[in-house]
């Protein structure tokens, strides 16, 4: 079994790459992921003496290789796939771990030059993720470092990652590929003066019980970017769990309280503040804002 490895976040590689080693994989690598793991210890091959082409343009070709996607498109069922990597010299390639050139760190420094985000824009990585995903059912595609233990757990227990795990990660491998072309694809919009286009990125916090109303259906997401004072990356403390109305009231309610510095209380309910006030400490607020209006506020957010 081979695995191909080019990482940029080079987190727990080398523990990863050593347990592969150690359940008797092959490991490849790429450039600076090949230095670091045979500076630790690691045998590795490197994708030179694979593809028998060296690394070229300053490392923008060096896995766009017959001998790399031809080892992780083949179907292992197909005779004729099988014929045609006999006939070539090709082997098979069984995993693929690969996370992308930091384009939304490089995009967010100051005064970083388009020629600087230009070289951050990774081509080989998706392409090998994009092939090794597409061919989940006998390649492991790796994006996140933090799957590295559950990968080495299946192999140890099964002798290979099972199929429900290989498809789980090739949905991640399509995820993790569809964002980073939208984060690129919303920069060079923006270079090149052409009008902007919204690409969306939430993640599902929570299925909610109902919608505004109870014959509606809703979920709750929040973005992969963390907003400060926002419900979505609150943390519950007790009580059931949230309606959608409940949210909404939460949030409203947290938007007003970041306008003041000293104690503050604001009640809500239906979006509509019931009562607000401020006072010499949290609990005199409250009792103010309470006492503005104690009908409404019931069954409220404060």
């Known amino acids: 079994m081979r695995a191909l490895i080019s990482v940029s976040d080079k987190t727990g590689v080398v523990e990863f790459a050593r347990g592969l080693r150690e359940l008797g994989w092959q490991v490849i690598a790429t450039g600076g992921t090949?230095?670091?793991?045979?500076?630790?210890g690691v045998?590795?091959?490197?994708i030179s003496d694979v593809t028998g082409f060296p690394e070229i343009c300053d490392g923008r070709v060096k896995t766009l290789h017959p001998k790399v996607h031809g080892g992780l498109l083949a179907r292992r069922d197909d005779p004729n796939h099988l014929k045609a990597l006999r006939e070539n010299g090709i082997e098979f390639i069984d995993m693929v771990c690969v996370n992308l050139y930091p384009f939304r760190q490089t995009i967010a420094r100051?005064?970083?030059?388009m020629d600087e985000a230009i070289e951050n824009i990774d081509i080989g990585g998706p392409s090998m993720l994009r092939s090794a995903a597409k061919n989940y059912k006998d390649v492991t595609?790796?994006?996140?470092?933090?799957?590295?233990?559950?990968?080495?757990?299946?192999?140890?227990?099964?002798?290979n990652t099972t199929p429900r795990l290989r498809l789980q990660l090739s949905?991640?491998?399509?995820?993790?590929?569809?964002?980073?072309?939208?984060?690129?694809?919303?920069y060079m919009r923006e270079k090149a003066g052409l009008d902007e286009k919204l690409f969306l990125e939430f993640d599902l916090v929570q299925s909610l019980r109902y919608g505004e109303n109870p014959h509606q259906q809703a979920k709750f997401y929040r973005s992969g970017e963390r907003v400060p004072y926002s419900l979505a990356y609150a943390r519950q403390l007790n009580g059931k769990e949230m309606s959608y109305n409940n949210i909404q009231d939460a949030n409203a309610a947290l938007a007003i309280v970041r306008e003041f510095d000293e104690p503050f209380c604001v009640g809500l309910k239906h979006m509509n503040p019931c009562g607000a006030a401020v006072g010499r400490d949290a609990a005199d607020a409250w009792t103010k804002a309470y006492e503005a209006d104690k009908v409404s506020i019931f069954g409220g957010i404060v």
Do not use: F, Q, W
Not at 34 to 40: G, I, P, Q, T, V
Not at 43 to 46: C, L, Q
Not at 175 to 185: K, L, Q, R, S, V
């Open 171 to 186: 949905a991640k491998a399509y995820t993790h590929t569809a964002e980073y072309d939208a984060m690129i694809a919303t």
């Open 34 to 40: 090949m230095k670091l793991l045979a500076e630790s």
């Open 141 to 159: 595609v790796v994006c996140d470092p933090a799957d590295y233990d559950t990968i080495l757990a299946e192999i140890r227990g099964y002798g």
């Open 110 to 113: 100051e005064g970083v030059t």
């Open 43 to 46: 045998e590795v091959i490197n």
